[in-house]
């Protein structure tokens, strides 16, 4: 399981880069105790990473250093117009891996 904690493309500090860095991690707390709960109630290996970055990029470049055979993503968002006319990460995602 892959949390991202997206972090502006051109931060305007270092200092907000470890800002975030360090709050993604608190942030996701609370869903990666529930995700690890129901794994563990349904008898599922579960490995988490909480990664802060831009999500098309680090999600791709992490599933490429753990050499994982599947991704599956969950997607929501934006409109049905916002994400046929910007795309989603979802979308993004799989281009890069295919």
Do not use: W
């Not at 609370?30 to 794994?39: E, F, K």
């Not at 563990?40 to 992490?62: F, Q, Y």
């Not at 055979?69 to 997607?75: F, K, M, N, T, Y």
């Amino acid at each position: 399981m892959v949390s991202v904690e997206e972090i502006d493309y051109m931060p305007e500090f270092i200092e907000e880069v470890r800002e975030e860095t360090g709050s993604a991690a608190r942030r996701f707390h609370g869903v990666l105790q529930r995700a690890r709960a129901i794994a563990e109630e349904s008898h599922v290996k579960l490995h988490t990473h909480v990664v802060a970055g831009h999500p098309v990029r680090d999600i791709v470049k992490l599933a490429a250093d753990l050499n994982v055979d599947l991704l599956v993503i969950g997607a929501t968002g934006h409109s049905a117009l916002y994400e046929r006319m910007v795309g989603s990460r979802a979308d993004r995602i799989m281009q890069l891996r295919c």
